[in-house]
């Protein structure tokens, strides 16, 4: 009996987790780059994100109590995706885009090229910045990996999304930036920096760090 325990217990978590409510959102735009995105956000902020249909290992984020509301609270006026949001205006293409809403048995999904509803562009640019999070996330972790001197060009690109209000789940960021803040490996402005936006991310706002790096 056991032996059962950590398998029942698993079962019971993927369960409770399948019964979470969650909104996911995808956009295929061949020819860029990714050409495809998909994001899942669940009520309690919890989330994945990959650039491949079949990607089975997406990488996993979490996001605040208040960006996981603000999501969701988009979403309700959407009336949860039961109409179309596709403009009559004739746009260039942006991108095939999804928005589906999904809680136990009840689904709703809408496609859209272009919406003149500011609650779906609002809600557009929450999942667009989530993509523009996780790609940075993986661009500075390849980097303290494998390309060292690539490091500060990483560190200075998520400092500037930083500055424009582009992040999103800003504490995954904090491990890898605290090892390299503490790296000697790495180069010493690129560890000021590191050190000076995890500074910044901890207190959540720019003026935390008092001294910026020269």
Request: glycine share 4%; charged share 25%; proline share 6%.
């Amino acid at each position: 009996m056991n032996r059962l325990l950590p398998l029942l217990c698993c079962i019971a978590l993927a369960a409770q987790a399948a019964d979470v409510p969650h909104l996911f959102f995808s956009k295929s735009f061949p020819g860029s780059s990714p050409a495809y995105e998909a994001i899942n956000v669940d009520r309690t902020g919890a989330g994945d994100y990959r650039e491949q249909e079949n990607d089975d290992q997406p990488v996993r984020f979490q996001l605040s109590e208040s960006e996981g509301a603000a999501m969701f609270g988009l979403a309700a006026k959407l009336g949860y995706f039961d109409h179309p949001l596709e403009s009559p205006l004739k746009v260039a293409f942006m991108g095939a885009k999804t928005f589906r809403f999904v809680d136990g048995v009840r689904k709703a999904e809408v496609k859209f090229n272009f919406s003149e509803d500011t609650a779906a562009q609002a809600l557009a640019d929450w999942f667009e910045r989530i993509a523009q999070s996780e790609q940075l996330f993986t661009n500075l972790e390849i980097s303290a990996k494998y390309d060292h001197l690539g490091v500060m060009k990483a560190v200075l690109l998520l400092e500037a999304a930083y500055d424009e209000k582009r992040l999103v789940a800003t504490a995954q960021y904090l491990p890898l930036l605290d090892r390299i803040a503490k790296n000697e490996t790495y180069m010493h402005q690129a560890r000021l920096h590191a050190a000076a936006i995890a500074d910044q991310f901890r207190c959540g706002a720019p003026p935390c760090a008092a001294n910026p790096p020269k």
